[in-house]
């Protein structure tokens, strides 16, 4: 069996005095999706933000291609090879389109990181997602929510990410947006990148992922491959 | 996120209340050990003490930090230089008048002035000062520039002005361990940690500045007409300058906002520094400056805080301890 | 002809004014710090160009050139090793340690060059020149250019670099900015290096046009802000704009009321914004 790629080990995080995320572990191989499921408040965020150094671990281990990430700054750690698509997008208003774009670009322009090929430019993003290209010029915040989410998703890629994580992309959109939406992360997907993503649709997270992690109160209450967990399986471990 | 009231600890506060009655039982008999020089010294001490006082009640509980206080010296300076020599009032009368006007004029400065928040409203305090002291600089009535000299005041036995300032810092030190102890006290806390969490639990924010606002405004005046009444004279670019505001923010910092001994610490260590340093003004600030920059960024809750956390000692049972930081829980 | 004469000086003084603000917008923009030692940034150039680099010789133009870079990396000591450590923290600590440093700084000014009211002494302060009809001061003219062109420098930073883009995205969002790759740091410590950079030039121009000394830190502070007041936060042009509204303001004000209320005129228009219109009176517009 082959090293997985992102190994998280034990991890923990807490506000003050209340544990968001206890003990988690999972690992994800090269190239395969990860559906991490669970209600409101379950941790799923503060898992994410955990993993990308922006909320301190407060035990446990993230490790990347066998590289410790634990304590590493978070504007560091994207170097690195793992970029975030934050809950609620979270674009930058004072920047159009474009320069949202070219605020990642810039970062991670000079020279491939980590000698990794330089995979992704502005015209790719365009190309995924045409939408976008017509309102390159327009601010940040003109957008709409659907055309915002394309934007933080090409945002993440050009940061040259290894693993790519996801949160609730789909929140607030209609069902066509998602539908686009998806289809091009099977697109990125298809090119051999690592997804973890935090879905609320459960049917939809386990269609499109390979394997799923449930969490309930900051603890994993279920793990294993998406087809052989039965539906009713996943609602026990969600609703806990 | 607000403050504990420690548990009662009988032994501790017997010593406590110990001490502080030693204090006051030394200084009410100043006349007896002491001479003019530990009279001057302790003059000096008290106003600036109860300065800091009243600007660390307005900053350390009420959440209002401001670069403005010094319209209330001018006021209170004014008022009794004014009173005495252009309507013949009694000194002591005009000690009462300055801390009306001031209280009353401190409702409309407070109105237009809360509107701003945070640095604006430092500033924007500092601003209105700025209106004042071009106003009174510029107007025959109270000399312009070249201010006013209070005749009356050279009369007064030294004695009598000191037992003033003595007695006015016990008041205000006394006036504001009450507040703390009483509702009013909580309101007031809850106002500077979490304003909006504060609102929604019905306490009426506003209000409750504003009368933090007066009363430190009044106690502000009344320590002016003391200073006037010490120097005897006032002049609009000393009266409204902003010093007076450097000075009592860094006393109330470097001994310890938001505790009710940090002031009084925080102003002996201004006093001492002026009285080794002597002369020279700007060493004395620069110093003061450096030591409250360097208070803030490694122990912001002062050298009353130091003493409380690494030796438990504090000499007011009002622990009602502020955040000073933001990991900060109970 | 009398107004219109004010209004004309009121636009030219307001490039010196606008100047004097950019720095506290720039800070304030990308930290939400009110800088209380920006003012007295501004004398201690006026203080270096006046005091130590013209007196060795070196001519004015040239001087500039080195006062710039020097208060740039003050600006970044300042924020990087000291500033830094308050922020985050709420209100309180960086107004303490700003107005510390403000006074440590005008305490020593006065310490070493003593309360003696200083200017560069140069054929420029008493030249006029005819503008549009009026005689004006050459040293107001070269005040409004330069102010002007720093403004325009200013825009172009950061409307067309990569530090200019992340700058902007930082003081959106700095969290956000880290999943960029960016360090919140390193860019507060730019923005802080900028506005002092900013505060350079005004010192020399300050030094050119008026007299000073180290009290004077606290007027250019009171200016600053003034400025940033009036013209809203919404953008560094609208700084600029507010430079020349509150300069016109106080023209306009000695004008009709007397020399003396130059200041109090400006300052009652301020408070008059700060009351009924807190956003400033331009509207919001991006960078």
């Known amino acids: 069996m082959t090293e997985p790629l992102l190994r998280v080990d034990g991890l923990a995080a807490s506000y003050g005095q209340l544990q968001a995320v206890r003990g988690v572990s999972f690992d994800v191989e090269a190239g395969a999706a990860l559906a991490v499921i669970g209600e409101n408040g379950a941790g799923k965020t503060t898992l994410f933000h955990t993993i990308c150094g922006l909320h301190e671990a407060a035990a446990g281990e993230v490790v990347l291609a066998g590289e410790r990430l634990r304590g590493i700054p978070a504007h560091a750690l994207v170097r690195r090879g793992i970029a975030l698509v934050p809950e609620g997008r979270r674009i930058f208003p004072s920047l159009s389109v474009d320069e949202n774009l070219r605020v990642a670009e810039d970062q991670h322009g000079r020279g491939a990181p980590a000698g990794r090929a330089r995979r992704w430019s502005r015209e790719r993003v365009y190309g995924l997602f045409p939408d976008l290209r017509a309102a390159a010029r327009r601010g940040g915040h003109q957008i709409s929510g659907g055309q915002q989410q394309m934007l933080a998703i090409g945002r993440a890629l050009l940061c040259e990410p290894r693993v790519l994580l996801l949160d609730e992309v789909s929140l607030g959109l209609s069902p066509a947006v998602v539908k686009l939406l998806y289809q091009a992360l099977a697109a990125i997907r298809a090119e051999g990148m690592t997804l973890i993503f935090v879905e609320q649709d459960v049917a939809r997270s386990v269609a499109f992922s390979d394997h799923l992690v449930c969490l309930h109160k900051g603890s994993v209450r279920l793990a294993g491959p998406s087809r052989s967990s039965s539906l009713d399986e996943v609602r026990r471990a969600y609703f806990g | ?330 | ?287």
């Open chain 2, 1 to 330: 996120m607000t403050s504990v009231r420690e548990p009662a600890n009988r032994p501790a506060a017997i010593v406590r209340a110990a001490i502080l009655a030693a204090l006051v039982l030394g200084l009410v008999a100043a006349p007896v050990w002491g001479g003019s020089a530990a009279r001057a010294l302790l003059i000096v001490f008290s106003y600036n003490a109860a300065l800091a006082v009243m600007w660390n009640l307005l900053a350390g509980y009420a959440g209002l930090v401001t670069f403005g206080q010094q319209v209330f010296i001018g006021l209170g300076g004014y008022t009794l230089a004014v009173g005495c020599e252009r309507f013949g009032l009694g000194v002591w009368p005009a000690f009462l008048v300055a801390a009306v006007l001031a209280a009353a004029i401190a409702v409309p400065v407070g109105a237009v002035t809360f509107r701003l928040k945070g640095g604006y409203f430092a500033v924007g305090s500092w601003l209105v000062a700025e209106v004042f002291r071009l106003v009174f600089g510029n107007w025959d009535f109270v000399g312009n520039a070249s201010g006013m000299f209070i005749r009356q005041a050279r009369a007064i036995d030294p004695w009598v002005v000191y037992y003033v300032a003595i007695g006015l810092l016990i008041a205000m030190v006394a006036l504001v361990v009450a507040t703390l102890r009483s509702r009013l006290g909580l309101a007031l806390m809850a106002v500077r940690d979490a304003e909006d969490a504060a609102a929604s639990l019905g306490v009426h924010v506003w209000r409750v500045k504003l009368l933090a606002f007066v009363v430190a405004s009044a106690g502000t005046a009344l320590i002016a007409a003391l200073i006037t009444v010490q120097t005897p004279f006032i002049q609009p670019n000393s009266a409204f300058s902003i010093q007076w505001s450097a000075a009592a923010s860094f006393m109330a910092v470097v001994g310890g906002l938001g505790t009710v001994e940090g002031p009084l610490l925080g102003a002996a260590v201004y006093v001492l520094l002026q009285h080794q340093l002597g002369s020279s003004g700007a060493v004395h600030l620069i110093v003061l400056g450096a030591v409250s920059v360097v208070m803030m960024l490694v122990e912001p809750r002062g050298i009353a805080g130091l003493l409380r956390d690494r030796l438990g000692w504090s000499l007011f049972a009002v622990a009602r301890r502020p955040p000073a930081s933001r990991g900060d829980s109970v």
């Open chain 3, 1 to 287: 002809m009398q107004l219109y004469e004010t209004l004309i000086n009121g636009l030219l003084l307001g490039g010196l004014y606008g100047i004097i603000g950019l720095g506290l917008s720039i800070n304030f923009g990308t930290m939400r710090l009110v800088h209380l030692a920006h003012g007295d940034l501004i004398v201690l150039a006026a203080y270096f160009f006046v005091a130590v680099l013209v007196p060795a010789g070196i001519p004015p133009l040239a001087a500039v050139a080195v006062v710039v870079p020097v208060l740039f990396a003050t600006g970044w000591g300042l924020q990087r090793y000291v500033i830094a450590g308050s922020l985050g923290r709420g209100v309180l600590p960086p107004l303490i340690v700003t107005f510390g440093i403000s006074t440590v700084l005008q305490n020593v000014l006065l310490l070493w060059a003593t309360a003696d009211a200083r200017t560069l002494h140069s054929p420029l302060a008493s030249a006029g020149v005819q503008l549009a009809g009026i005689t004006v001061a050459t040293v107001r003219l070269v005040d409004f250019a330069v102010g002007l062109a720093c403004l325009g420098v200013l825009l172009l930073v950061l409307g067309k670099t990569a530090l200019g883009r992340a700058l902007r995205a930082t003081s959106d969002d700095p969290s956000t900015a880290r999943l960029m790759g960016i360090d919140p740091r390193k860019m507060y410590a730019a923005a802080a290096a900028i506005a002092a950079a900013t505060g350079g030039v005004a010192g020399v121009l300050l030094a050119a046009t008026s007299t000073f000394y180290p009290a004077t830190g606290s007027e250019m502070l009171l200016v600053a802000f003034e400025v940033v007041v009036v013209g809203g936060l919404g953008s560094l042009t609208g700084t600029f704009i507010g430079g020349v509204l509150l300069a016109t303001a106080q023209l306009l004000g000695a004008r009709l009321l007397g020399p003396s209320y130059a200041l109090v005129a400006g300052h009652l228009v301020v408070l008059a914004v700060l009351v009924f219109r807190p956003q400033g009176l331009l509207p919001r517009t991006a960078a």
